[in-house]
């Protein structure tokens, strides 16, 4: 299967075009937990207080398009080895060093997506901070592509927000976008992610729950958080206490590109308890949420641990 498929893109795009996909990173690396991740652009102008991106070698600057089409961005995961293609194949991640619906990288991720539904059929995951209109949404919805949209909100508190995520829509702009894909029968879930703590409370989390919920959202996604001198030193720039992230840290916390894991399993199993109480789908991981949507066992999570049992994926062996 994977050498028809290279055959046949191969014969449609022109040699300049087959040799960037050849070289490109995404030919070479390898999937992360959640799948392979792919870049539709670099660059992010959010400059989210919480960000890992400058931490890694990415900028807050505007978005530019990366630089492969839909059919070579499809042509460079085959070339990689360790992706497999087809629904029961490697998981998609979109949307993992930048938001890929910023107005200047929609038309690209569509691309991509439009590639992945006519070559890959891979199950998907975007995630997303944006404003998602009528006529993007209902582009989404035609992909004959397993698909399944995360939509980040950490608070229903528009002043928080707007320290957290000074440059990003407002939390009820983006409960509209929860809505918009939702009207297109696309299975969209929140992303609880990062966990905050000292920051973001459980009272607050369990009001945003439910505002998802009534927006159409399915489920939520709890995700954990890493932290270095960086990350914390721009959350204190906005007026943040962090004390209590500190003291769940258990090693020295590093400056430079290095980050170190939050302790937050307490926190997140609440949160999950929280969820399934108000009437959201809990899930532990990305990866679940996005088999889930795609009825297929998790590859990652849900052949063990304490959150797929109630996760509502029929074909989870729990």
Not at 29 to 55: K, L, N
Not at 148 to 153: D, Q, R
Request: hydrophobic share 35%.
């Amino acid at each position: 299967m994977r050498r028809k498929l290279i055959e046949e893109l191969e014969s449609r795009l022109d040699r300049r075009e087959i040799e960037k996909a050849r070289r490109d990173s995404h030919a070479r690396r390898r999937p992360r937990p959640c799948g392979m991740t792919v870049h539709p652009g670099h660059g992010c102008p959010r400059a989210c207080s919480y960000c890992y991106i400058p931490e890694i070698g990415f900028k807050f600057e505007r978005a530019r398009p990366y630089q492969l089409s839909g059919e070579g961005m499809a042509l460079a995961l085959l070339y990689n080895r360790a992706f497999e293609p087809g629904r029961e194949g490697t998981f998609i991640a979109v949307g993992s060093v930048t938001d890929p619906f910023l107005p200047e990288l929609a038309d690209k991720t569509l691309e991509y997506l439009r590639a992945f539904s006519r070559w890959l059929g891979n199950p998907t995951q975007f995630s997303t901070k944006s404003v998602i209109g009528v006529e993007v949404a209902e582009s989404l919805a035609e992909l004959d592509l397993p698909l399944n949209g995360l939509v980040t909100i950490l608070t229903p508190d528009g002043e928080k927000a707007s320290r957290l995520e000074p440059r990003a829509p407002t939390p009820e702009e983006r409960l509209e976008t929860i809505a918009e894909l939702s009207r297109t029968g696309l299975t969209i879930d929140l992303f609880f992610r990062p966990i905050l703590p000292g920051i973001v409370g459980l009272e607050e989390a369990e009001e945003l729950f439910r505002l998802a919920r009534d927006a159409g959202a399915r489920g939520v996604v709890v995700g954990g958080f890493r932290v270095n001198e960086g990350i914390l030193n721009r959350l204190r720039r906005f007026g943040f206490d962090v004390s209590e992230i500190v003291n769940r840290v258990d090693r020295p916390i590093p400056r430079g590109r290095k980050q170190v894991y939050v302790r937050t399993g307490d926190i997140k199993e609440r949160l999950l308890r929280i969820a399934r109480e108000v009437g959201l789908i809990p899930f532990g991981a990305a990866c679940c949420a996005c088999a889930s949507a795609a009825r297929i066992p998790c590859p990652n999570r849900c052949w063990e641990g304490p959150f797929c049992t109630e996760c509502g994926n029929p074909a989870c062996p729990a």
